[in-house]
């Protein structure tokens, strides 16, 4: 059956946020699995990675369609996703970065 709303499946905003939803599910997945993925204890540092990242998932086809609050949307979902996953590093790593964080 054909999708009944051609336009928004052609909409790059779209299209990039799915994208963005199925990178989440691979961050959900390890997770669940006990793992976690470093972020530096350095605010501005962490703000910069994920927003890099948030960009690097667009394709370069894409990056000229793609509006700010698109990207930031990205990044905020990312970031929350990212952040849960802070509790499975070493305690070590935990206390260097719990300057400003609750987990």
Do not use: C
């Not at 959900?28 to 990675?49: I, M, Y």
């Not at 590093?89 to 206390?95: A, G, R």
């Amino acid at each position: 059956m054909p999708d009944p709303t051609p336009s928004t499946a052609q909409d790059p905003q779209s299209r990039y946020l799915r994208r963005v939803e199925r990178r989440l599910k691979v961050l959900e997945t390890l997770d669940q699995a006990g793992l976690g993925v470093f972020l530096s204890s350095d605010s501005q540092q962490r703000k910069h990675h994920i927003e890099l990242f948030a960009r690097l998932i667009a394709r370069q086809s894409e990056l000229p369609q793609l509006n700010r609050s698109t990207f930031e949307q990205a990044a905020k979902l990312l970031e929350q996703r990212l952040e849960a996953m802070q509790k499975h590093l070493p305690s070590d790593v935990q206390h260097r970065n719990r300057i400003r964080r609750n987990w």
